[in-house]
């Protein structure tokens, strides 16, 4: 069983800082393509940021230049660096991780139904 596990959610005002985490379990999380996706209330779920096991990342043109998708394999983790946060950044954080890819996000690196597996997701509110 796959599980996928987030942290490193909260509030901060505009211009701040959040670290996102998610730990992986149930699977040789070196083979998987992960990625990281928000959703805001009434929105589809948006692409944020992928990375393909050897590290290759793709970002969403929103978040480029502020946001760094990184992963460590050793501990199984994936992370979510945010910076210059601005208020529209608020939404729900999810990660996502697909197996069926052999580890590489493209093509389609944003499609949402590539990904198996979801965590329960990291709440992330930017005040003004």
């Known amino acids: 069983q796959v599980q996928l596990v987030e942290s490193g959610g909260g509030s901060v005002q505009a211009g701040g800082s959040l670290r996102l985490s998610c730990v992986v379990s149930g699977y040789t999380y070196s083979t998987l393509c992960m990625g990281w996706f928000r959703q805001t209330p009434g929105k589809e779920r948006e692409g944020v940021a992928t990375?393909?096991?050897?590290?290759?990342?793709t970002d969403a043109d929103s978040v480029k230049g502020r946001f760094t998708i990184s992963r460590d394999n050793a501990k199984k983790t994936l992370y979510l660096e945010m910076n210059s946060l601005k208020p529209e950044d608020s939404a729900m954080y999810y990660c996502?991780?697909?197996?069926?890819?052999?580890?590489?996000?493209?093509?389609?690196?944003?499609?949402?139904?590539?990904?198996?597996?979801w965590g329960q997701g990291t709440q992330v509110t930017v005040s003004s």
């Open positions: 996502a991780a697909d197996a069926r890819r052999g580890g590489y996000c493209s093509p389609r690196p944003f499609l949402l139904f590539e990904y198996g597996y």
């Open positions: 990375i393909d096991r050897d590290g290759s990342a």
